[in-house]
C-alpha cells in the first residue's frame, strides 16, 4: 500500500479517469482537476504531495503552470505529461523546476516507480523542514524555561546584547545551562545563519586545544599529516563558544587574546596570519577575577567580560523546579513512549528541598531516571534517588559543615530516620533502638521541631 497524495491536472476526461484508477489501484489519495483553476484551488486548500499535470491543458502551456505549482506549494514536486513525441517539452519541464516527465503511451511503466520517488523525496524535505525548524525553537529565549525574577533578568541581559557583536562572558554554576544561553543568543543575532561552533577547553590538553582552535599545517607535529581548518575558521561569519574558559593553558590564553583583538591568528606550524570574523561567547563556574588566580590573564578576562550575564542557581529559582521537572517528564515520557500525567504531591516536595549542586542537568537527570523507572501514570518519591529523598550522605554534610563532634552526627541521623518514618515518633524510636521518651529529649535538644521531621 502506497502513501501520498498526488493532485492530476488534465483536461481529457479519459486520461484523467486512466491514471486515477492506476494510481488509486495502487494505494495513492488522487485529487483530480480539470483545470490549473481549479488546481491553484486545491493546492491552496490540501496537502498535496505531487502534481501530475499534462502539459497541453486547454488555453494554457503547463510549461508555464511550473512555477506557479511550486509558488502554492513549495515542497511539491511536479511531474509533466506530454504528447507522444514532445520529448522538448518534457527536457524543458526539468530546466523550468520539474521532477521528470512522463510521455502518454509509452511511460505508463515508469509512472508508479517515478510517483514513489517523487513522493519519497517530498516526505523527506518535510521532515528535515520540521527538524530545522525544531532546532531553531529549541534555542530561542521562549524555550528557555522559568518565569523567576533572576532567570527573567538573565534573559532580559541576553536579549538585549544579541543583536551586537560584542562578547558575551556567562557566569554561572555547572548545569545552569550556559551552552543553552550562548546559542540562544547566537539565534538571535545577526549573524543566526552562519555556523555555531561549541568547544569545552577542558577536554583537550595544550596541544590539542591549540590544534583544535586555530588549526596546523601539515608536517607541523607528529600525526599532522595534512592541513587542518580550526574552530575559529569553521565559525567565520559566526559564533565561536568557549566553555570552561577558566580551564584554558595560559600560552594559548595569549593567542585567544590577540584574536579578540586583532581577528587574526597564525595555525599551529604556519608562519602565514590568518583572518576571522567571529563572535566569542565565553563560559565558566569560575571566578575569573579574582586577585589570586594566577592561571587567568586578567587582561584576556577583562577583554572576554565587555558584557557579563551571571546565570542563576537553581537553588535561587526554586519555582522554576516544578515548571522543569514536568518538561522533562513530558519530553522523556514521549522518548519512552509511556504516559506520565503528572507528579505526586510528595515527589514534587522532594524536589523542592533538594538543594541541587548539579542543577538543571541534574534535575534533568532525576526525571529521566524517574520516568525510566516508574510502572504507573504518576512519578511518585519511590523512584527518586536515595540522596533526593533523604539529602546528602552523612559522608558529604561533613564536608561541608567541617563539623566532625559527635552531637553532630547523632542530630543528622535522627533528622534522617525521621524523614524515613514520616515524622512517626513511635516507629523512629524503635529503629533507633532507643525510647520514645529518649527521642522526645533528643528532639528538644537538638531543637528538631515537627516541621522539619
Known amino acids: 500500500m502506497q502513501e501520498g497524495t498526488i493532485l492530476l491536472v488534465e483536461d481529457d476526461a479519459d486520461c484523467r479517469l486512466l491514471y486515477s484508477k492506476t494510481m488509486q489501484a495502487e494505494g495513492f489519495e488522487v485529487i483530480l482537476a480539470e483545470s490549473s483553476q481549479k488546481a491553484f484551488k486545491l493546492l491552496k486548500e490540501r496537502d498535496i504531495d505531487l502534481v501530475l499535470s499534462d502539459v497541453n491543458l486547454a488555453h494554457i502551456n503547463g510549461l508555464e503552470l511550473i512555477g506557479r505549482y511550486k509558488e502554492l506549494n513549495p515542497f511539491a514536486e511536479v511531474i509533466m505529461l506530454t504528447a507522444y513525441g514532445s520529448v522538448k517539452d518534457g527536457v524543458q519541464a526539468i530546466k523550468t523546476g520539474a521532477y521528470d516527465y512522463l510521455i502518454k503511451g509509452e511511460d505508463n511503466k515508469r509512472l508508479l516507480p517515478m510517483l514513489q520517488r517523487a513522493i519519497d523525496k517530498v516526505r523527506l524535505h518535510k521532515r528535515l523542514h520540521r527538524l530545522e525548524q525544531q532546532v531553531g525553537q529549541h534555542y530561542t529565549f521562549q524555550e528557555v524555561i522559568g518565569k523567576s525574577e533572576p532567570l527573567q533578568q538573565a534573559i532580559s541581559m541576553a536579549r538585549q546584547v544579541a543583536g551586537t557583536n560584542a562578547t558575551v562572558l556567562l557566569l554561572g554554576e555547572t548545569g545552569t545551562g550556559k551552552e543553552i544561553f550562548a546559542r540562544a543568543i547566537h539565534a538571535a543575532s545577526t549573524r543566526a545563519k552562519a555556523a555555531f561552533v561549541a568547544l569545552n577547553c577542558s577536554a583537550f590538553g595544550k596541544e590539542l586545544l591549540e590544534s583544535e582552535l586555530f588549526g596546523h599545517k601539515a608536517g607541523s607535529f607528529t600525526g599532522a599529516t595534512h592541513d587542518k581548518k580550526g574552530l575559529f575558521e569553521e565559525a567565520h561569519g559566526g559564533t565561536l563558544f568557549l566553555d570552561e574558559i577558566g580551564e584554558m593553558p595560559l600560552e594559548l590564553q595569549a593567542k585567544l587574546l590577540r584574536v579578540l583583538e586583532t581577528s587574526t591568528f597564525i595555525k599551529v606550524g604556519d608562519t602565514k596570519t ?123 554534610q561533613l564536608q561541608e559543615s567541617n563539623q566532625f563532634d559527635l552531637a553532630f552526627v547523632e542530630r543528622t541521623h535522627i533528622q534522617r530516620v525521621l524523614k524515613l518514618t514520616r515524622g512517626n515518633k513511635a516507629k523512629t524510636a524503635r529503629m533507633l533502638n532507643i525510647g520514645l521518651s529518649t527521642l522526645y529529649r533528643k528532639l528538644s535538644e537538638y531543637n528538631l521541631q515537627e516541621a522539619e521531621a
Open 274 to 396: 590568518s583572518r576571522v570574523d567571529v563572535r566569542i561567547i565565553a563560559a565558566t563556574n569560575k571566578k575569573l577575577a579574582n586577585a589570586h588566580n594566577a592561571q587567568f590573564r586578567p587582561d584576556l578576562y577583562y577583554r572576554l567580560s565587555v558584557f557579563e550575564i551571571n546565570l542563576p542557581p537553581l537553588r535561587e529559582r526554586k519555582e522554576d523546579i516544578p515548571l522543569l521537572a514536568r518538561a522533562f517528564m513530558a519530553h522523556f515520557g514521549q522518548i519512552t513512549q509511556k504516559k506520565i500525567v503528572g507528579m505526586s504531591r510528595e515527589f514534587e516536595e522532594q524536589l523542592m528541598r533538594y538543594p541541587w549542586k548539579g542543577n538543571i542537568r541534574e534535575l534533568r537527570n532525576v526525571i529521566e531516571r524517574a520516568v525510566i523507572l516508574t510502572d504507573g501514570s504518576l512519578l511518585d518519591e519511590a523512584v527518586l534517588p536515595y540522596e533526593v529523598k533523604f539529602g546528602p550522605s552523612l559522608e558529604e
